[in-house]
């Protein structure tokens, strides 16, 4: 099948829409993307006609909605490559899947001393839980540096390493810069010290094919909604002797399996971390967004964001006073830049007026901005249905910025 740009924006009913009475120009990706029908409808459609709750009921529609989120669940596993479905637990979304590695690894492998490598290109959401974890046990935060290119320095990564190293936990894309990791080699890199590694694949998986198993990523972990799906719904992944080894984050109903007062046993995996009522209706539909990807082809939609960054990339390098961060040599669709004596607030404001949707700020990723002396950035992240008229919108839409604060 083709990879047809109209259909597929035919698909993103917002997509139509217009702000400020200009057709809307969506080029807030990183943060999250829009939905297409099949993610709506199939949300819809469980609300309409089956909902129940799921697990404990023996009636028709618990049994219908149970069947419903397992089987997201294995789409979830195909997706990833994972080897087996109760290695995949449905969360609230990244941040909540990187709490749960850093309590429940935390608990059993980190002491006072222990070390745990994190990068300086880390969302926020990949540093606090570390480092509130070392606090809680004295342990150390070490952090890889980057160059001025916005790439990790493998180098230093290496040193790094010691007899304390417990841990390494690493971005697979940058969300402020674009950067994309060699995650494989550093995993690998990681595993030959005996050190396991946790991937934040959230700015990953939805750009591209990722192999938990050809990666060997002890846990991978990601959120639905930057992936076309719904918000609340994540996933991690983790490798079953891991998982089988750590203790729950969050207790409660549906995680166990015998409750006394004296002594409470854990349910099965992938149970035992998924406890209370989860998000299935977020699941169904995330469920629904991988399929979306799947039939588009994960490699088609690669091809057409490279082609959409070269062109984004060409044509903004050549705006007087722009300045662009992150020109790392494997890079996926986030152009983030500055313009010469103009706050990106001030400059974002000004483009939202054209019907262009940007994120100005830190991106939750300050010590990013610190590395490289600024206050924040203007990011334009793009997605499979983003063209190249679109960027050639915001061109325009920046030379008005330019006029109006020269
Ligand atoms: N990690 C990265 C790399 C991200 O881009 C984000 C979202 N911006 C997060 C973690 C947090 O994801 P969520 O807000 O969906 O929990």
């Not at 109760?86 to 609230?92: A, D, L, R, S, W």
Request: charged share 25%; with cysteine.
């Amino acid at each position: 099948m083709e990879f047809n740009i109209d259909k597929i924006r035919e698909d993103f009913p917002i997509l139509k829409r217009t702000v400020h009475n200009r057709r809307l120009v969506y080029f807030d990706n990183a943060a999250t993307t829009q939905k297409p029908l099949d993610v709506i409808e199939s949300m819809d459609r469980v609300y309409r006609e089956t909902n129940s709750n799921i697990h404990r009921g023996v009636h028709y529609l618990s049994d219908l909605t149970t069947r419903q989120y397992e089987e997201a669940r294995e789409t979830v596993r195909r997706f990833i490559n994972a080897r087996h479905d109760h290695e995949i637990i449905f969360t609230g979304g990244t941040t909540a899947g990187i709490n749960l590695a850093a309590f429940s690894l935390g608990e059993k492998y980190i002491h006072e001393n222990d070390e745990i490598i994190i990068s300086a290109m880390e969302h926020h959401a990949n540093i606090v839980p570390w480092q509130m974890l070392c606090e809680r046990k004295k342990a150390k935060l070490r952090i890889i540096p980057i160059n001025d290119d916005g790439e990790l320095i493998t180098a230093e990564y290496e040193k790094l390493f010691s007899d304390r190293t417990r841990l390494v936990s690493l971005t697979h894309v940058a969300n402020s810069i674009g950067t994309v990791n060699p995650v494989r080699e550093m995993i690998a890199l990681a595993h030959e010290r005996g050190v396991r590694v946790i991937i934040d694949g959230a700015q990953a998986v939805q750009h591209g094919k990722v192999d938990v198993q050809d990666l060997d990523a002890d846990m991978y972990i990601f959120s639905g909604h930057k992936m076309y799906g719904p918000t609340g719904i994540g996933v991690l992944y983790g490798k079953e002797s891991l998982l089988e080894e750590i203790p729950p984050y969050q207790t409660g109903g549906e995680m166990v399996d015998q409750v006394t007062f004296e002594k409470t046993t854990f349910n099965r995996l992938p149970f035992k971390f998924e406890a209370g009522t989860p998000n299935y209706i977020g699941a169904i539909g995330l469920g629904a967004a991988l399929e979306y990807l799947e039939r588009t082809g994960l490699e088609k939609i690669a091809a057409h964001e490279k082609d959409l960054l070269e062109y984004a990339t060409r044509r903004l390098s050549s705006v007087g006073g722009l300045h662009m961060f992150g020109n790392a040599r494997n890079k996926i669709s986030v152009i983030s830049f500055v313009l010469e004596d103009i706050h990106p607030y001030d400059a974002g404001m000004v483009i939202d007026k054209y019907g262009i949707a940007v994120r100005t700020g830190t991106h939750c990723a300050q010590p990013v901005m610190d590395r490289f002396g600024i206050r924040g950035t203007i990011r334009a992240s793009m997605a499979m249905y983003n063209t190249r008229e679109e960027v050639d919108r915001l061109c325009e839409a920046i030379e008005k910025v330019k006029e109006m604060f020269s």
